[in-house]
């Protein structure tokens, strides 16, 4: 059974970091491609980050590029999500995705999902 659990998040004041986890069981972890996506109220949920298995290729939603930074650790099948320079926009509960292939930020791409973690960025 895949299953991805998320761990991290909270509530940092701007320009504060946070680290979220999301640690991976149940299928070839480096076979899979893991996404990070965050749904703020009332808005849709979009995709920020992906990583893929093998090289690692990753990629990043221009909102959050040069900001936050996406990486895998194979050997503790566990995803990272490191968040900088944190704005009040960041505020959302954040999700991570996982499927076979390669990196998508478009949320039907994935079949499997973390429970998500509230990010509480305050001004």
């Known amino acids: 059974e895949v299953q991805l659990v998320q761990s991290g998040g909270g509530s940092v004041q701007a320009g504060g970091s946070l680290r979220l986890s999301c640690a991976a069981s149940?299928?070839?972890?480096?076979?899979?491609?893991i996404a990070w996506f965050r749904q703020a109220p009332g808005k849709e949920r979009e995709g920020i980050s992906c990583?893929?298995?093998?090289?690692?290729?990753?990629d990043y939603d221009p909102s959050v590029k040069g900001r936050f930074a996406v990486s895998r650790d194979n050997a503790k099948n566990t995803v990272y999500l490191e968040m900088n320079n944190l704005e009040p926009e960041d505020t959302a509960l954040y999700f991570c995705?996982?499927?076979?292939?390669?990196?998508?930020?478009?949320?039907?791409?994935?079949?499997?999902w973390g429970q998500g973690t509230q990010v509480t960025v305050s001004s």
């Open positions: 149940g299928f070839a972890f480096d076979d899979y491609a």
């Open positions: 995705a996982t499927d076979e292939g390669r990196c998508s930020l478009w949320h039907r791409t994935y079949r499997f």
């Open positions: 990583v893929e298995g093998g090289a690692g290729r990753t």
